[in-house]
């Protein structure tokens, strides 16, 4: 073997093992450990597991109600997860986590389908390390599985279309039939904007892609998704129609139901969020792209008009919706890092050049970002939340490998690493200790899986639960009572159930007990507990909000 082949194989083997322990530990390790945070966490698991109690695969339900939120797809795999490993929540998360991998699995792929191998593998590595990822994967919710979907489609559509090979569009409109089985017709509508930037954008795009059979692939697509649909309609009528299509699509799109929305910019914040250390890499590529677009200079090709036109639809289109979550824009992440896989490439193997003149900034960004990191997770971790000072391994690998990338990166008489294993190192370490330190340090402020628990014990079958004002944690509660749960807001509602026939069990926050009591309400407390009632990651990092004292109440004689 040649002393260049010599030296890649061991590297080659290095990055492999660097690959699979990251992997490893950002989707698997202690998946099932701690109890659901997320609301839609445990919505969604109840739901599939009355999928399983009720034998009706056909119809979601939530709380013995038909549930018109999402499609079926997704709870048919969390509820095979639970066949195989019991209704847990390792079983609820094992599909994001599965989903998360193979969405990796596809980064790479595209990235060796249009690019080359290096930039493919230095864009799994950068998805694979996204704090985005990290979270999504570990939320029993759909998004990683729509997004692996949906992306999944759409890759093997481009590769259809300008690598010359028009059979994989037909596995592509399947895969995306299956992302409108997920979370509906958005699928569509996301790959529908990304196509109109496309074809106005270049018209070599526009020549290859209008060369598919595009008009038999949405055929394909309403041919598999579509009975599902006409099936809801015809087994619940309008109220499928209202409480899906017009409530859960049109409106929540069109309107904000919780205050004023975020500003604009409320997605750009999270996209820079979501892809620390990398964003400063990425914001230096589109700096390069745009200048190119503007002078002109036929420096922009077609995988870069593919690759920037679905991250502009997916961000432009969620940017315009008066309701907005931080998850919605994770399709974007997979092209964003094959992006940012491109720059790092690039401003290693031509650094001088300048049309990566922003991709070498970015570059060297990546190590004093790092390096800021690692300060603001010291002052978090230890002065926040108190943890032990072993938990300072975090900060103290986040600086050191921070300091490190910049020596590399700066060095002008050697080029830059093939792929920066020095972070990703740091960030495996940051992951294992969030997992052995943080989250288990908010599991024991998280007290409404125990209360559920123990009105589980106590309650009779024929005792009735009720959730009083527990807002977000409604869910939690009646995922782990495992009981149906009447779920009220108001004093008028809690004194309806409170003077129904036989006894009952109500969970509450104990002001609200006490307001309940000064309105003449006959109730006594039978557990009491002192928890964290936010749910929250914002609110927790920018707070430090006080324990909430939670109660069960019985009727007093």
Excluded at 10 to 39: E, K, M, S, Y
Excluded at 101 to 125: C, I
Excluded at 225 to 250: S, T
Aim: proline share 6%; glycine share 8%; hydrophobic share 55%.
């Amino acid at each position: 073997m040649t002393g260049d082949g010599t030296a890649r194989e061991p590297h080659a083997r290095a990055v492999f093992a660097l690959f699979a322990v990251l992997l490893f530990i950002a989707l698997f390790w202690q998946l099932g450990a701690p109890t659901f945070w997320d609301p839609d966490e445990a919505h969604y698991a109840q739901t599939s597991r009355e999928l399983l109690r009720t034998g009706d695969w056909l119809a979601p339900f939530y709380n013995e109600q038909p549930f018109f939120d999402k499609p079926i797809l997704f709870h048919w795999l969390q509820g095979l997860a639970m066949v195989a490993f019991g209704e847990t929540t390792f079983a609820a998360r094992l599909v994001p986590a599965l989903a998360a991998l193979a969405l990796v699995g596809v980064t790479a792929w595209l990235g060796v389908a249009l690019l080359s191998a290096d930039v493919a593998l230095v864009a799994a590595l950068l998805l694979a390390a996204s704090p985005g990822l990290f979270g999504l994967a570990r939320y029993a919710i759909l998004d990683t599985t729509f997004t692996a979907l949906m992306f999944g489609g759409a890759a093997l559509i481009v590769v259809a279309a300008l690598r010359y090979r028009p059979h994989l569009q037909w596995y592509g409109y399947v895969l995306i039939a299956l992302a409108v089985l997920t979370k509906g017709p958005l699928a569509l509508v996301l790959c529908g904007v990304t196509l109109c930037i496309a074809l106005l954008w270049s018209p070599e795009v526009r020549g290859r892609l209008l060369e598919l059979r595009l008009a038999a692939g949405v055929g394909v697509v309403i041919a598999i998704a579509g009975p599902w649909f006409v099936y809801m309609w015809l087994r619940f009528g309008d109220a499928f129609v209202n409480g899906y299509i017009l409530d859960e699509n049109l409106s929540l799109y069109a309107t904000n139901r919780f205050g004023a929305p975020p500003s604009a910019w409320f997605y750009v914040r999270v996209i820079a969020a979501s892809l620390i250390p990398w964003t400063a890499l990425i914001a230096g590529r589109l700096y390069d792209d745009v200048r190119a677009t503007l002078r002109r200079d036929g420096s922009i090709d077609a995988v870069d008009v593919v690759l920037w036109s679905w991250t502009i639809g997916v961000v432009g289109f969620f940017t315009l919706s008066r309701f907005k979550l931080d998850h919605y824009v994770f399709p974007a992440a997979p092209t964003l890092c094959l992006i940012g896989g491109r720059a790092w490439l690039a401003a290693r193997t031509r650094p001088l050049d300048p049309r990566n003149a922003g991709a070498r900034i970015g570059a060297w960004l990546i190590g004093p970002l790092t390096v800021v990191l690692a300060g603001t997770a010291a002052y978090l971790l230890v002065a926040r939340l108190k943890l032990p000072l072993g938990a300072l391994v975090i900060p103290l690998a986040l600086g050191t490998a921070g300091a490190l990338t910049t020596l590399q990166v700066s060095r002008r008489s050697r080029p830059m690493p093939r792929t920066p294993w020095v972070i990703l190192i740091a960030i495996a370490v940051t992951y294992a200790g969030l997992l052995f330190w943080v989250i288990p340090a908010l599991e024991e402020r998280k007290v409404v899986p125990g209360m559920a628990r123990w009105v589980a014990t106590q309650a009779a079958p024929a005792d009735r639960i009720a959730a009083y004002r527990l807002n977000r944690w409604n869910n939690d509660f009646r995922f782990y009572v495992d009981r149906h749960v009447s779920m009220f807001d108001t004093p008028a509602e809690a004194r309806a159930f409170f003077s129904g026939a036989g006894p009952f069990y109500c969970a509450m926050l104990e002001p609200a007990y006490e307001e309940l009591v000064a309105q003449g309400m006959r109730l006594k407390v039978a557990y009491e507990v002192e928890g964290m009632w936010v749910t929250s990651g914002r609110v927790l990092w920018r707070l430090q909000p006080p324990l909430a004292r939670f109660v069960v109440v019985t009727g007093a004689p």
